[in-house]
């Protein structure tokens, strides 16, 4: 059965950073302000944001601990995954909100699994969650001020610019780039062509 949302908060409280803690409620508020300005579930919306990262105090952990821990959830990782640690506490997250929160909504599983790298055709919720991650208050990323500009106009254009900017930071970092991410970029891309 599913943890009451205080139940959420307070696990959370407990198992993360404060830092990142901070970071959570302010998804969490900043989802659920959108989910309201664009007519998504604001419930749900909360849900997502307050979980998005409840497995990212995980992937702290040493390679052998982190793989038994991911091996425990049922989380099988593809190619890329496995060389980008960042990437995983997103599957993982999607696993143990299932398992230790009680959350069987798919949408809502389906926003942690794809706050990292999005995806292709991606649902209002799972674009909500990747928005507000770069956006709640407390974010001081160089870009959310454009990201913030831009998603109060349109969702679509926001999520254009902020997975571009994502994709920029991984080259600059020199890691992968995970194909969902590009997946994501030219459907939005196409889609707007189309719109025009
Ligand atoms: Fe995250
Ligand atoms: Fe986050």
Wanted: charged share 35%; proline share 2%.
């Amino acid at each position: 059965m599913a943890l009451t949302e205080n139940e959420m908060i307070e696990r959370l409280r407990s198992t993360q950073k404060e830092r990142r803690f901070k970071h959570t409620l302010g998804v969490m508020g900043e989802a659920e302000r959108l989910a309201e300005k664009f007519g998504v579930d604001k419930d749900k919306a909360r849900i997502a944001g307050l979980l998005h990262d409840c497995a990212k105090n995980l992937d702290e952990k040493s390679g052998e601990e982190f793989s038994a821990i991911c091996a425990k959830y049922g989380v099988t990782l593809d190619e890329l995954a496995k060389k980008e640690r960042a990437l995983i506490h997103a599957y993982l997250g999607a696993a143990v909100a299932y398992k230790d929160y009680g959350i069987d909504d798919h949408e809502i599983l389906d926003a942690i699994y794809y706050h990292t790298t999005a995806r292709e055709n991606m649902t209002p919720l799972e674009k909500l969650i990747y928005i507000a991650d770069m956006t709640e208050p407390g974010r001081e990323l160089e870009q959310s001020n454009e990201i913030r500009r831009l998603a109060e106009i349109d969702v679509d254009e926001a999520l254009i610019y902020a997975i571009g900017c994502s994709i920029k930071h991984v080259i600059r970092k020199g890691t992968l780039i995970h194909p969902d991410s590009v997946h994501a970029l030219n459907y939005l891309i196409e889609h707007r062509r189309k719109k025009a």
